[in-house]
């Protein structure tokens, strides 16, 4: 099943523009239409939080502390030992990585040098969809200024946003050192390392992650996918019902939650999150409308 969960993954990175990682591919061929790739996905949701944000990256958030007490294994979403991803098909129901942008934003403000000024293209690039001409005004900047951190991370994002994980392992390099406080740099290697398969990998960076910032929703949220990609079912689901508790509303969380569920073998809740999602607040597309009806109708 491993080795299904990588290939499937594998594939989304090479064909950024396939529908590969679908909920669908857990389905019954005909049940839903196909969903959007991975990284697709990735880039969707860089646009619309970029969009929310005014700077791009941002520290860590301060939220109420009572959600870091969860009860789960020191990493993003607990997921169980118990029931392994089922094989609907022939693909285990892994759900999309996405790239999530830290609220709590901040008005913009003029660069104070020029590796912020070329910081600052390259998000604005990359809130605009041009993740290729993002990458390349944050690889120019970093070439002209190696020890800026942002500029980093945003090269990071971008290379992800296009499909390309490995250079972005390799651009974080400098800055996963036992000394780093930042939670950020070890969030998207975790992501990094989750799109190329590497499940094993991506729990250890996104635990790091976790040990410096316990309140962000979308580390518990990929650390939950790790554990589902390793089989561990249940588990994603107690790491999920976390990420949940910090961002009741975020459609990738409940979708991601009713997938696991589905996993575990708990239909009900499988059913609850998919109707949280689609009454919830934020847009959803019709493709995964109706990828969750279908399910929803499957689980009956």
Known sequence: MRRLIGLILALTIAVPTAAQRSDADADTPGQAPVEPSLIEALRRELLVRQRMTATGEAGGQNAAPAESTETAPETKETQSANG???EEGEDAPVGPVYAYVPEGTRKQQRARDPG?????????????????????????????HPGHTELRLVLTRALIATGQPVAASNTLTPLLSASQEDWRPWYWSGTAALLEGRHDDAAKALNRALERDRQQPSTWAHRALAELGLGRARVAVNMLTVAR????DDPEILFNLGLAAEAANDPKLAVRAYRTMLSGPHP??????????????ALR
């Open 116 to 144: 912020d000024v070329a910081g600052l293209r390259a998000t604005m690039a990359l809130a605009r969809g041009a993740s290729a001409e993002a990458v390349q005004l944050a690889e120019r900047g970093l070439a002209e």
């Open 245 to 248: 508790r910090l961002d009741p």
């Open 84 to 86: 392994a991803p089922s």
């Open 284 to 297: 959803i597309s019709s493709a995964r409308r109706e990828n969750t009806l279908a399910r929803i109708n």
